[in-house]
């Protein structure tokens, strides 16, 4: 098998990519080791930023959502008992959009699909040769047999467990990470929100979120201790902990029912630099994840990819090699800009379970200062509808 660009992974940033070279006229082919149904119906990220937004728009991709994503145009800081509203788009003149990322990921599959596109479900990719020559090669498996796809070029979208990142030779990529002592416990109810903005709220027992999907279903989180074990959190608790971090408020009560699915993330910063070696070029989760605190996962990756589509279209279409030589440094600019906002996001809203007096003043003072320098609310809030230029 032989095509242009082969793709590895078909999460947001490989069937982006996918999408936005079949638009400059240019072939790929998507290897994914899961099958559609399981990768149309993984709950993750929520948060559209702008720019994202715009992007799925202007690329043809923008109907569902226009229809059916939500427009937030401000968030919810509560604390001390007191609930402050972070005003996005009266500050920035921007706002985000809430419409699932599974959403998101239909939507590109249904894209590819109608276009003839190439996904390959249940195409394991387990190993790539040739990266350093002018033909690589992805070694993978599907239904039992070995296959190879030949290509110009490798696109490494295939999230942090994949195996793109681990066929760059040792000592080319610098590895920076941090672990944080906490994870998150996240819930899909059937519940209509009792909120219309996201609700990020820091208490003494812990950070939670009460985020949505639609008018009939809720997301909620709860910061959990790392190594915490879901059978740990029976409905019934999970309810509990939401109404007390939650219901700190005065006559506000949040809605209950039937939890869909729960699971617990890890939380981790990490990026691997640079994103590129020789014909290789990484993307998305497979070279860098934000803890969600921020939400901004799921918008890197379709940022990283939006600057690999033209890289190519200007090899393919000019002979110009400058954006695909200058892409990792690009793309790394937008990704530390993210790196630091979440870990911000992350560290003034959560408690540490040994916590430091120090650190927990330290977090009161930030909260406060969020609440009342409208300077300080400018900076939360162009970060996370997203800044245009980084
Ligand atoms: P993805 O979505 O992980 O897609 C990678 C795809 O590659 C496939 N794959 C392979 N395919 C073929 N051969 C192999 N050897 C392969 N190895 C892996 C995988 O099956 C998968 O389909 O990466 P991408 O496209 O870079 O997109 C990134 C986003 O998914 C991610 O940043 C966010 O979802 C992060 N994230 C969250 N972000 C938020 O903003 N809010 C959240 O609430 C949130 N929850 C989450 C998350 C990430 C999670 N992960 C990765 C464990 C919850 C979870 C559980
Ligand atoms: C979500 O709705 O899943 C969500 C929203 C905001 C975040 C993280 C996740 O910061």
Same mark, same amino acid.
């Given at each position: ?8 992974? @078909? &999460?947001?940033?490989? #069937? ?6 079949? +638009?400059? =006229?240019?072939? /790929? ?85 109608? @276009? &003839?596109?190439?996904? #390959? ?6 190993? +790539?040769? =040739?990266?350093? /020559? ?33 066929a760059v030779p040792d000592g080319v990529l610098r590895t920076y990470e941090r672990t944080y002592p906490f994870a998150w416990l996240g819930v ?203």
């Amino acid at each position: 098998m032989r095509t242009q660009v082969g793709i590895v992974g @078909a &999460g947001p940033a490989g #069937l982006m990519l996918s999408h936005l070279l079949h +638009l400059h =006229g240019i072939e /790929s082919v998507v290897l994914e080791c899961r099958s559609r149904e399981y990768v149309e119906h993984r709950v993750r990220a929520g948060v559209l930023e702008q720019g994202s937004v715009d992007l799925l728009r202007r690329t043809g991709i923008g109907e569902r959502l226009q229809r059916e994503g939500m427009r937030h145009e401000g968030i919810e800081l509560r604390f001390d008992g007191e609930s402050h509203r972070v005003p996005m788009t009266e500050l920035t003149g921007r706002a985000i959009t809430v419409y699932g990322q599974q959403e998101v990921v239909k939507d590109l599959i249904a894209a590819r699909l109608a @276009a &003839g596109g190439s996904v #390959l479900f249940e195409a394991e990719a387990v190993r +790539l040769a =040739g990266l350093d /020559s002018q033909s690589p090669v992805i070694h993978f498996r599907r239904d039992g047999r070995d296959e190879q796809l030949h290509c110009d070029f490798v696109a490494g979208c295939d999230g942090f467990h994949g195996v793109s990142r681990g066929a760059v030779p040792d000592g080319v990529l610098r590895t920076y990470e941090r672990t944080y002592p906490f994870a998150w416990l996240g819930v899909l109810a059937a519940a209509p929100p009792a909120v219309d903005e996201l609700v990020y709220a820091n208490h003494e027992r812990g950070f939670a979120l009460y985020s949505l999907r639609s008018p009939e279903i809720s997301r909620l989180y709860l910061q959990v201790p790392p190594d915490e074990d879901i059978a740990a959190w029976p409905d019934e608790r999970i309810w509990a902990e939401l109404r007390t971090r939650l219901e700190t408020v005065a006559g506000w009560s949040l809605n209950e029912g039937p939890v869909l699915e729960k699971s617990i993330t890890p939380m981790r910063s990490f990026v691997v630099e640079p994103m590129q070696w020789e014909r290789l070029f990484l993307a998305g989760d497979a070279v860098h994840i934000v803890p969600p605190t921020g939400a901004k996962g799921m918008n890197l990756a379709l940022a990283d990819v939006a600057l690999l589509g033209d890289a190519f279209a200007a090899w393919y279409g000019q002979h110009r090699t400058d954006l695909l030589d200058g892409y990792s440094a690009a793309a790394l600019r937008r990704v530390w800009r993210a790196q630091h906002f979440s870990w911000w996001m992350t560290s003034m809203l959560h408690r540490l379970e040994k916590d430091d007096p120090y650190e927990a003043k330290l977090r009161a003072a930030t909260l406060r200062y969020v609440v009342t320098s409208p300077a300080y609310a400018t900076s939360l809030a162009e970060n996370y509808v997203g800044l245009p230029e980084v």
